[in-house]
């Protein structure tokens, strides 16, 4: 098994004045299902600590999240921020689900568009991936920084896939883990990603 960080939402229980990090077991079900392991990662720890827990477990992939938009949570942007970082120098695969594409864009120095139509849908994609998928996101992008290039729209333009021109690095706009059965497309692009097959 490969073993794989994955980057956590943020809630915050006003009722409890309490925050928690949270992951959704699904997408835990996901990795597993890839032949990943998962290791979730904590928005409390400064960069001394997440670099050394990030070398600690020596991952062979990254996964940023869904959940939350950008700028809800400061703690979880500078996590995922340097996580990406590290990624990226590393060389590490990387993979961005919905909010996780956003902070790809947003990292990269692109920026983000509220778009409509895009939360609780279905929809069909085009590109170098065709396919029908989930939608739960309200910002998207109309272009992407240079160092990524698109690999499907949606039918009214919208970027709903990437992948970074010289590092193993993808983000989709939709959640593979909220589709059952899970999709093996899905399933196999990323091993094939993680193991560069």
């Known amino acids: 098994m490969f073993k794989v960080i994955v980057t956590q939402r943020v809630d915050h229980l006003k009722e409890r004045n309490e925050s928690r990090d949270a992951l ?22 400064d960069d001394v600590l997440l670099f050394e827990y990030l070398h600690h477990i020596d991952p062979d992939a990254v996964i ?15 996590t995922e921020a340097q ?16 909010r996780g594409m956003q902070m790809l864009i947003t990292w990269s120095g692109g920026t983000l568009n ?9 929809h069909n994609i085009h590109g170098d991936i065709s396919a029908s998928v989930n939608s739960f996101h309200r910002y998207g992008a109309l272009s992407v920084p240079e160092e990524f290039t698109v690999i499907a729209r949606s039918a009214e333009g919208c970027i709903e896939a990437i992948a970074h021109r010289d590092w193993p690095c993808e983000g989709w706009m939709w959640h593979p883990e909220r589709d059952l059965p899970f999709s093996p497309l899905w399933l196999d692009r990323f091993y094939k990603m993680v193991t560069r097959g």
């Open 114 to 122: 509220e778009v409509a139509g895009h939360v609780g849908q279905r």
């Open 64 to 78: 940023l999240s869904g959940g939350n938009d950008i700028g809800d949570f400061q703690c979880r942007d500078n």
């Open 83 to 98: 996580i990406l970082n590290w990624a990226h120098s590393h060389k590490v695969p990387t993979l961005g689900i919905c």
């Open 24 to 45: 959704d077991e699904n997408l835990c079900r996901w990795v597993i299902a890839a032949g990943g392991l998962p290791f979730p990662v904590s928005n409390v720890l």
